[in-house]
């Protein structure tokens, strides 16, 4: 009768651990709505939310769960509750010492300034992108057009180098934040309305608007290739959250589905070196 007992409790708690792997609760606190992730995707959905649909598809063990908060109530939220995490977001020194990242679940190409293409600035930014080498030197050109306004978003990292650039006070007068709030692509208005002259934005930000009204320009200052993580809190559940997270990345990665969803946004003249520096940085791969 002992071992009977021994075999039935070993069988409960080994149903038991199942189960629990099978319903870890994460709480996104995000810019989506709580109903996100069981709606039908838009035809306009952004690169970030199509990665994630798969990726959370693929991590059966993860219940999401979505809340709808600014950036600076996210980080708050995920610094203090241990199932918390943020989804698409960059690394920066700050961010590392509050939270736990994962590998990279996406790679984009870098931040671009957009102006309206009736804007009557593009024949002065032409001339002096010949000087510059055929892209835009940020800092010189705030520091010598001091009519043209920049809008940024005020709770978004923009990568290391940007970051500390956008800090100068020489070059914040020249600088327009907006308050991002729940909602993406806030930026877009700005410069509909002529408040600004143009806004610093990823490429794939432009399923969000009439791409057809802007041109871009590419930035000396910001990085060829941007990642963006998962960040979870710094506990053991959030570690747990992680790995599920890590393990699901993984197995999509390296697919053909994956990587054509980022090449959705990326020009056809760019994308063989696009996809040398996907397998590079999200792959570990060195051709």
């Known amino acids: 009768m002992r071992w009977k007992l021994v075999f039935k409790i070993t069988i409960v708690l080994c149903c038991s651990h199942q189960l629990q792997a099978k319903s870890q609760d ?12 069981t709606t039908t995707p838009v035809t306009t959905e952004s690169l970030e939310l199509k990665l994630m649909r798969l990726i959370l598809a693929q991590s059966s063990e993860l219940t999401p769960h979505f809340h709808q908060v600014n950036f600076t109530k996210a ?9 918390s995490c943020m989804a698409s977001i960059l690394k920066n020194p700050k961010r590392q010492a509050e939270f736990i990242f994962s590998r990279p679940l996406s790679a984009i190409e ?12 593009h024949t002065k930014l032409q001339s002096k992108l010949k000087l510059w080498g055929g892209q835009v030197r940020l800092r010189e050109l705030l520091l010598t057009e001091p009519d043209f306004v920049v809008g940024l978003d005020l709770e978004r990292s923009y990568g290391a180098d940007l970051d500390l650039l956008l800090k100068e006070k020489v070059i914040r007068r020249s600088l327009y934040f907006k308050q991002s709030g729940a ?28 791409a057809t009204l802007l041109q871009g320009y590419g930035v000396a200052e910001a990085e060829l290739l941007q990642l963006a993580y998962f960040a979870c809190n710094k506990s053991e559940t959030g570690q747990a959250i992680i790995d599920k997270l890590n393990q699901s990345i993984a197995a999509l990665a390296g697919t053909q589905a994956y990587l054509d969803l980022h090449l959705e946004a990326v020009p056809a003249e760019r994308r063989q ?11 570990g791969k060195i051709n």
Do not use: C
């Open 26 to 37: 994460v709480h996104f606190q995000s810019k989506m709505p709580a109903n996100w992730l």
């Open 273 to 283: 070196e696009f996809i040398q520096n996907y397998n590079k940085l999200m792959l």
């Open 75 to 83: 980080s708050e939220l995920t610094r203090t509750q241990a199932d």
């Open 183 to 210: 909602q993406i692509a806030q930026l877009w208005p700005m410069l509909q309305q002529h408040r600004v002259s143009a806004v610093l934005e990823y490429p794939f930000m432009l399923a969000t608007t009439d």
């Open 110 to 121: 870098g931040l671009k300034l957009y102006l309206p293409k009736d804007s009557k600035l």
